[in-house]
């Protein structure tokens, strides 16, 4: 399938990005033409991007490709002791770096699963987190979408996975927002008014069809992950149905802090059962002072199971992608006390 026509701009700073988006994203244009939804969009190494214009998920006018944007690339400790992560390191980066590997072992565990190493060697971690969420009725070819009717992500007003529903169920499945999340890790946000700050958390709405609380002018800079996180051991558990390559069809990172043989603090979140990445609520409380054992995994691992919501957005059944959410947060916390 051949890409559409679009017009490419390549900044090579951020406030030269900043000013295209200024210029050209639907929110800030004057211009009816340019007024369409989906006017522009920003591609980082375009590994999840490229593949859906081919769909013809989206036809943008505008690509604005960030990639030689030369500050926002890489992996530099902080004066605090936390760690700043550029949007545009790649994942291989990511799970290769000593720093990382040593300190925040969940994320480097997070990232080696994306894909196959030649698409992690593209892949960018700005790219994992603002990542499209994902439907089998709506990551097709457009004469498939077309033969089976659009549904409410395209314009339509039809949910095949929730008929009768208003809302739009497509699943997030970026695998390393739910290790950012267990390491409170925060998103820097560059816009025409400047840089904001916000928890990662904050940053997903859990709506399918418009996840992410990103303005059509904005760009993702930063990642931080604070001081306090480093030490966590963590534990990485993915369901796929190949080994090798292919996007999570459920997925859970656990990571906890030791002290004097008990657990000082523990968190547990899942991704790709919501079109959201989420802590489970309640984990942390259970998990705080406590020695791990079977029963106590076992909960966690339920009230995890609670917290899932799979559909039939994905491939295997919602039953069992929920089972193995229940499986792997158990066996995930069993494993963390070895490490
Ligand atoms: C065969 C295959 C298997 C895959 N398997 C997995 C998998 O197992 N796990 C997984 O998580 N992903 C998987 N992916 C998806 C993808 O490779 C990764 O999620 C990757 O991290 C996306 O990063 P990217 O830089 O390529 O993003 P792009 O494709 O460039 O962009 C993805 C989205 O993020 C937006 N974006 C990118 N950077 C920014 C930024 N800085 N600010 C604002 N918006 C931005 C883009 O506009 C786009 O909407 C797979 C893809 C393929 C083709
Ligand atoms: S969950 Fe429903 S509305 Fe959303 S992409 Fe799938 S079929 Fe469409």
Redesign the pocket.
Known sequence: MSLPAFKLLRPRTVADAIEFLAKYSRDEVQDKERQSPGHL????????????MRQRLFEPQCVLD?RHIAE?KGIEPQQDCGISIG??TT?SAVEHSTVLQERFSVLSAAAA????PV??N???????????TRCLWYNQSLTWRKACGYCIKKDGDLCHVAPGGTKCWAAF????PPALLCLSAEIE?AGPSGLRRMPLSDFYTGLGDSYRV?KSN????RIFLPAESAGYRGVYR?L?IRGS????LAEVAAALKRENGHEKEGRVAITAVNPSPMLVKGAAQMLQGKRIDEVLASAIGDLAAKTAKPLTTSALTPEYRREMIRVFTRRALLDATKN
């Not at 499945?173 to 390393?176: A, K």
């Not at 904005?218 to 800079?221: N, P, R, S, Y």
């Not at 390559?245 to 999570?248: A, F």
């Open positions: 969009r920003i591609i980082a190494g375009g590994t999840d991007l490229i593949p859906s960030i926002l949007a545009l994942l699963t994306v894909a196959s698409i992690r593209m892949a960018t971690i700005g790219g994992n987190i603002c990542l499209d499945s970026g695998d390393t946000i990103l904005e760009l993702l800079t993915k796929r390559i292919d996007y999570p």
